[in-house]
């Protein structure tokens, strides 16, 4: 089971944050302090996976953001690696060319997203259609459809930016 | 209008003062234009430090911040910034305003910096300037200002804060939508790292909203910022309650979605029981059925029982079966916590496992559609159900068995085949089925050739190119060297993983090297891998150092095989990693001369100073005969230390040098010189000021002979039954033990004092005992033994118990197990005494009379410690070892007792041919002692201590003190306490020993007085006993009145070895 999932950057902002066990907010400050210092330390050719207190940390660096999840000892550390990618694909996909400023400015989308792939700390939707046709589904109940989903999309601009390192 | 389209172009690499005259120009309009000063940033921009890079990544990095604020368009408006290659259209309302060439980094960020500050929007300043100092190589300039933006940002915030807020509470109701956006900016705020104490009314409110975006952000906010113990809980519940209940299946994916994110108590307590409708609910969207699964998945695992069994449990297993993937991936993860919890309830689920399993595995990658990720057939659900198949034994039917079977060598055959694609993402799925697959073979333990293969596929993931999977395959052979069928298989790659330990540049991977070779180490390679590691300690990550330490310990332990090594290793230790310290046991000259040499070394760690201070001290004549290692120069040695060292080991250094001057007399002075130095003899210290002065007068005034009785050297160390001499003792033949411990023994019983006097005589009748199973039970009654004398001995042999590890035995529980005889002795001592108290006013008689046991086994030195604790006790443990524990229980009745020996055998597999005799040395014991053997044991008699207290006033208690004061009546004895000085374990003790306790007799309360009678079958002996403690100096002065001369001498040595 997946106890946390932290979003931050080279400079150790928090982008977003998702607990699917429930700590203080002031244990989760910690938690966050003590792990961005810590990942933010290694070098880029180490081992993506650490030992951590009772857990085991994987963690992946997407352009300037790092994405890392908590995992219990039993769980599969390179198969949480693919479930960071996959939430990489599906921000990608739906923002068209994912940065880390979409995530910050669209934040309800990144965890809707996120809700719709993982729940409770587990895989719930392995397949990216899914995923997606659920958010669009979403996007269409959304009243007003006058704003647009992505600017980038309407000015015909998805190809920039990538932030996805393949 | 007050933007006329400006348009610039700066020719890219043409030149500096080019670049610097249009920038100038742009920003002179924009001055001119009025919209803010542009003095800062004059001053920021030193125009003439511009240089061209042309880098693609400057290009980027403008994209990536215009993308940025494009995005941003609906929170603010914003004139908008288009890329194209290098171009930089600023446009608002769809006017452009400026077009430039951008072909640097610094100047792009500057005019984007523009921009933002043209728009008003402060708040996003610091946002960008993140971002920008991380691109920008020469960013100090701007880091500078970030102080200032930050404070910028602040206040920003803090007014926004403040506007929401007012409008909260504001007269003019808020619409949906504008509480939507509201609760969305506080949301905004808060991720931005930003504390919130308000707006949750209003996102609980926006659950009521019939809009689905309106109720998902109230759910959002409150998934992310309401804790579960907060007071408006119970009104979101009840939204929850209403959403579940919705025809909408959106709104009820949304209640599921926000149960399972916060999972709390109290919602498990609400929503349990309605969740596994939803789940095994026919109609029931397949989305639904995935979030109920989930969710119900969180409840449980918050509170189990509220969560109740019944209908759906048995229906929830053909989930398994289900059409949609996604169904299936969820449902698995709710049963595996079901089947932890409950595994014979959910059998049924590994057959169906297994064949969903093997449709999986062989199908080929087009067939799951989107479920295959990178051309891995749907990995996600895979591992689950290996993960699922890890609660239960490999199964009994052949045929699911076999298909096991089929599937896991199907997923190691796939592991060898060409990868279908060169992406990570493909190796990385491919290959964390294949370890979910060897985990489960792990787990499963049956096949050796699936471990063996498992082993050798792990060993080519050693030498891979990638980290992480050279991790994990570290990992993964920790376990398969646990497994009999496979450690050696893992023993083969013993020299890859010694590479990684020196070669791996991460520390966590060497870190799960080192614990490699720690599981793949036996007799066979221990010296190697422990040389290794050692020499990896030298230079290992102090992090891991603690540990690493502990490992190395504990296989030189294990796999000692002589000493010298493992003294070398454990010095090795020492010297390498100070801070853990071994208490095992030092091999004298080899010691003395190794830590002569580990002290030489400039550096050494204290701990080290205190081995080397003791061992010198102790065994430094051992060398002195070598002129490099000469008296004076291991006395200069240890001193040259002694000031870098703390208080308890200059002390310890002390003791060492007063040994010195016993074993040195001609470095006497020397050492003088040192003690009376001011430094140590009016040191603050009281410890090292006493042991100076004390060592000083020792020194100065002792003669020779004084001082070695004094210092002598320690005796050899008592053998203790730590692991390494078990481990040892494991390897040499019982009988050889045996014989040693008898010849011990031997030398024990004189000094446990003799038998004289006439004793009763009794039958000896003694029946070999023998048992299997659980235990033997061997009874002694020793009866009516008479005495007129202080005390008796007897010493009785129980022999022929304790079964020599006979490896040849076969296996646990089949064969029996070949006794070699191994001799358990056991002496008992019984002292009696009669009593002068008969004729006390209270006529109270007490008895008193002691039992005295030792006993020895199978190479344990059973020496007076064991038999002394029966002196104050009736019950206890005699001998323990890893085979056999024997245990007595006596009890006495006047002048008879009886004393029951236990054997109880602690292996799984029952002791054949037990037998145990009776030994008695002497005849003249045989004679005193009656000694009858029952039957189902053997008895032994002997006389007997039962404690009836003698109450006795102060007046009575010192008449019958003077009246047996006669000089051979009296024994007084000084002595050092044994034990921490406990008024009330004391009292235990005397108490158990047979005397009773009387108070207020004495005028000083601390001290102890009492009466006690000895009973034998000739009569009673009377005693009375004083004990004084004095706490300061930790001594007793026991004196001991009886009526029998004799009797008190002997009362008093037992209760000396007491207290």
Request: aromatic share 0%.
């Given at each position: 089971m997946i106890h946390f999932m932290l979003l931050f950057s080279r400079q150790g902002k928090l982008r977003l944050q998702k607990w699917y066990i429930s700590q203080t907010d002031k244990a989760k400050k910690k938690i966050t302090r003590d792990l961005v210092t810590l990942i933010l330390a290694r070098k880029p050719k180490m081992c993506s996976f650490l030992e951590w207190k009772e857990l085991k940390i994987v963690y992946k660096r997407y352009a300037s953001l790092y994405f890392c999840c908590a995992i219990e000892q039993q769980d599969n550390e390179l198969l949480c690696l693919e479930v960071i990618h996959r939430y990489v694909e599906l921000l990608d996909k739906y923002f068209g060319s994912v940065c880390e400023l979409d995530i910050i400015f669209n934040f309800e989308k990144a965890y809707f997203m996120l809700d719709e792939f993982i729940l409770g700390g587990e895989v719930?939707?392995?397949s990216k259609k899914n995923v997606l046709k659920a958010i669009a589904a979403q996007d269409l109940l959304q009243e007003d459809n006058n704003e647009p989903k992505s600017v980038l999309e309407d000015l015909g601009l998805a190809n920039i930016a990538s932030a996805l390192s393949s | 209008v007050l933007f006329a389209p400006l348009t610039f172009v700066?020719?890219?690499?043409?030149?500096a003062k080019q670049h610097a005259s249009a920038f100038q120009f742009f920003f002179g309009k924009l001055q001119h234009i009025g919209q803010f000063s542009l003095e800062t940033f004059a001053n920021q921009l030193s125009l003439a430090k511009v240089e061209h890079h042309g880098s693609a990544g400057a290009v980027r990095t403008s994209r990536l911040l215009v993308a940025a604020l494009l995005l941003n368009r609906r929170l603010c408006s914003f004139p908008i910034v288009i890329i194209e290659g290098v171009l930089i259209f600023v446009i608002v309302s769809n006017i452009v305003v400026a077009e430039i060439v951008v072909a640097d980094d610094e100047m792009s960020q500057l005019i984007l910096l523009l921009l933002v500050f043209w728009s008003g929007l402060h708040s996003l300043i610091s946002l960008l300037l993140l971002l920008l100092t991380a691109r920008s190589s020469g960013s100090k300039r701007l880091s500078a200002n970030m102080g200032k933006s930050k404070e910028a940002e602040e206040k920003r915030i803090n007014k926004e804060l403040a506007n929401i807020r007012s409008k909260f509470k504001g007269d003019k109701a808020l619409d949906g939508y504008q509480k939507k956006k509201y609760v969305c900016k506080l949301l905004f705020i808060f991720l931005l790292g930003n504390d919130i104490d308000f707006g949750h009314m209003e996102a609980v409110n926006l659950l009521n909203s019939n809009k689905y975006t309106e109720k998902q952000i109230g759910y959002l906010f409150i998934s992310v910022l309401i804790s579960e113990n907060n007071e408006l809980m119970r009104l979101v519940q009840q939204n929850l309650k209403n959403d579940l209940a919705s025809r909408n299946p959106v709104h009820v994916n949304l209640a599921l979605e926000c149960i399972a994110n916060i999972g709390s108590k109290e919602m498990a307590e609400m929503f349990a029981p309605e969740i596994p409708k939803l789940l095994v609910m026919?109609?029931?969207g397949d989305t639904v059925k995935q979030s109920a699964a989930l969710c119900l998945l969180k409840l449980f695992r918050t509170a189990p029982e509220m969560v109740p069994m019944g209908d759906w449990t048995s229906r929830v297993i053909h989930l398994l079966n289900d059409q949609h993937m996604g169904v299936v991936t969820a449902a698995v993860s709710l049963i595996e916590a079901l089947v932890k919890r409950n595994p014979d309830d959910f059998k049924g689920c590994v057959s169906l496992s297994i064949s969903r399993l093997a449709r999986i595995v062989t199908s080929s990658y087009t067939d799951l559609q989107d479920y295959t990720y990178y051309f891995v057939p749907a990995p996600w659900l895979s591992v689950k159900l290996l993960r699922l198949l890890q609660n239960y034994p490999p199964p009994e039917d052949t045929t699911v068995r076999n298909r096991l079977a089929e599937c896991l060598e199907t997923i190691l055959n796939k592991a060898v085949e060409p990868p279908k694609s060169k992406k990570v993402q493909h190796s990385n799925a491919k290959n964390a089925v294949l370890f979910e697959a060897i985990s489960l073979i792990i787990h499963m333990d049956s096949d050796p050739s699936l471990l063996v293969r498992a082993c050798s596929q792990l060993g080519q993931f050693?030498?891979?190119?990638?980290t992480n999977l050279r991790y994990l395959a570290l990992e993964s052979m920790c376990l398969l060297a646990t497994s009999e069928f496979s450690h050696d298989a893992v023993k083969r790659h013993q020299e890859t993983v010694v590479t990684a330990l020196k070669s791996e540049r991460d520390v966590s991977v060497r870190q799960r090297a080192v614990d490699l070779l720690y599981a793949m180490c036996d007799r066979s390679n221990a010296e190697e891998i422990v040389g290794e590691m050692l020499t990896y300690l030298e230079t290992a990550d102090y992090s891991i150092r603690g540990e690493l330490v502990l490992k190395i310990a504990i296989l030189a332990e294990k796999y000692a095989s002589d000493y010298t090594w493992y003294v070398d290793t454990i010095l090795n230790l020492i010297r390498l990693a100070g801070d853990f310290v071994s208490e095992e046991v030092w091999y004298r000259a080899y010691a003395a001369k190794t830590v002569f040499e580990a002290l030489e070394a400039p550096a050494c760690h204290e701990n080290m100073v205190k081995v080397g201070g003791y061992i010198l001290g102790e065994f430094g004549n051992l060398i002195a005969g070598d002129a490099r290692s000469s008296p004076s120069t291991q006395f200069q040695l240890l001193h040259g230390k002694f000031h870098l060292c703390s208080p308890p080991t200059r002390a310890l250094l002390l003791s060492a040098y007063i040994k010195l001057v016993n074993l040195f007399p001609e470095i006497r002075e020397d050492i003088i010189a040192v003690l009376e130095s001011d430094a140590n003899l009016r040191n603050s210290n009281v410890e090292i000021q006493q042991r100076a002065s004390e060592y000083l007068s020792l020194a100065r005034n002792s003669t020779q002979d004084v001082l070695a009785t004094v210092l002598e050297e320690m005796p050899p160390f008592p053998e203790r039954e730590s692991s390494i001499l078990a481990q040892l003792r494991k390897k040499k033949p019982a009988v050889e033990d045996a014989i040693r411990v008898r010849g011990e023994k031997q030398q024990q019983r004189p000094a446990s004092g003799a038998a004289d006097g006439a004793a009763a005589s009794a039958p000896i009748a003694a029946t070999p005992a023998s048992g299997g199973g659980g235990g033997v039970k061997l009874q002694g009654d020793i009866a009516g033994a008479e005495s007129n004398t202080d005390s008796d001995l007897l010493g009785l042999d129980f022999g022929g118990s304790a079964p020599a590890a006979a490896a040849g035995g076969g296996g646990a529980g089949g064969g029996s197990v070949d006794l070699l005889s191994s001799i358990l002795d056991v002496g008992v001592s019984s002292s009696s005494s009669s009593s002068a108290a008969p004729s006390a006013a209270s006529g109270a008689s007490a008895q008193r009379k002691t039992v005295v046991v030792g006993a020895g086994a199978s190479g344990s030195i059973v020496g007076e410690e064991n038999w002394h604790k029966f002196v104050c006790k009736n019950s206890g443990v005699l001998y323990e070892n890893d085979i056999l524990q024997v245990g007595v229980k006596c009890d006495y009745q006047q002048s008879s007792g009886r004393i029951v020996v236990y054997y109880g055998n602690k292996t799984p597999a029952p002791l054949a041919q037990f037998a145990s005799v009776i030994n008695l040395p002497d005849s003249s014991l045989t004679n005193q002692l009656g000694i009858q053997v029952k039957p189902v044991g053997d008895r032994v008699g002997a006389s007997e201590q039962v404690n009836e207290s003698s109450e006795m006033d102060s007046a009575t208690f010192f008449q019958h003190w003077k009246q047996l004061s006669q000089p051979e009546q009296e024994c007084q004895k000084i002595f050092q306490a044994k034990f921490p000085m406990d008024a009330e374990t004391t009292k235990t003790k005397i108490l158990g020993f047979g005397f009773s306790l009387l108070s207020n007799i004495d005028s000083n309360p601390a001290n102890f007085v009492g009466a006690g009678i000895v009973q034998t079958k000739s009569g009673n002996i009377g005693s009375l006993f004083r004990l004084e403690p004095n706490q300061q100096a930790q001594m007793y002065r026991l004196t001991v009145h009886s009526i029998k001369p004799g009797v008190s001498k002997r009362l008093c040595e037992l209760l000396e070895t007491q207290i």
């Open positions: 719930q939707e392995t | 700066l020719p890219p690499p043409a030149n026919g109609d029931a050693l030498s891979n190119r990638e």
